[in-house]
T-cell receptor, first 115, second 111 residues
């Protein structure tokens, strides 16, 4: 499978714990995005990388959230001191610069439940 | 980002009926993208529109971008059960890479 993959697919944690999610983009895609989606809503942008550089962060990304893409390939999203409001689907997407339309390809997501 | 509003929130149709979802903005949009998300799935890119008045077709799906570039629609002719899912419009602000999604229209098709 050469699509975007995310791990884990599901995560249940207790409030106050830290969690880390991983995203493996499509090979050779140089842009990687993180979105959050709650039930009945569209995805909300969190942050994006071009290669290893984090170029944009949403106001939604509080200081408890941190994302990395150390070698310009896979990325991790860490949430520290989780809160119940962090419960959501965390989606990763990747795209390739160039071409007329930049198509973002989404992964299956990591569903987080904070108890 | 520029906010896009989608209507209706939910539509239930009989198989074979047509379906339309609308995406509206109070400001001019540089482009509009449409995505489909199946139940339990992830968003899948359908199409991008950039020109005023643009109309594109994909089999039974017809996408339109308004003349003023403030609204867009997705029309499905003769729905099938495989069309079930949530349809999102999304916009990418000029100079930004992030997409701003609408809240989506959930389509249910009764066989």
């Amino acid at each position: 499978d050469t699509g975007v993959s995310q791990d884990p697919r599901h995560k249940i944690t207790k409030r106050g714990q830290n969690v880390t999610f991983r995203c493996d983009p499509i090979s050779e895609h140089n842009r990687l995005y993180w979105y959050r989606q709650t039930l009945g809503q569209g995805p909300e942008f969190l942050t994006y990388f071009q290669n290893e550089a984090q170029l944009e962060k949403s106001r939604l990304l509080s200081d408890r959230f941190s994302a990395e893409r150390p070698k310009g390939s896979f990325s991790t999203l860490e949430i520290q001191r989780t809160e119940q409001g962090d419960s959501a689907m965390y989606l990763c997407a990747s795209s390739l610069v160039g071409g007329r339309v930049e198509t973002q390809y989404f992964g299956p997501g990591t569903r987080l439940l904070v108890l | 980002g520029q906010q896009v509003m989608q209507i209706p929130q939910y539509q239930h149709v009989q198989e074979g009926e047509d379906f339309t979802t609308y995406c509206n903005s109070s400001t001019t949009l540089s482009n509009i993208q449409w995505y489909k998300q199946r139940p339990g799935g992830h968003p899948v890119f359908l199409i991008q529109l950039v020109k005023s008045g643009e109309v594109k077709k994909q089999k039974r799906l017809t996408f339109q971008f308004g003349e003023a570039k403030k609204n867009s629609s997705l029309h499905i002719t003769a729905t099938q059960t495989t069309d079930v899912g949530t349809y999102f419009c999304a916009n990418k602000d000029t100079g930004r890479r992030a997409l701003t999604f609408g809240s989506g229209t959930r389509l249910q098709v009764q066989p």
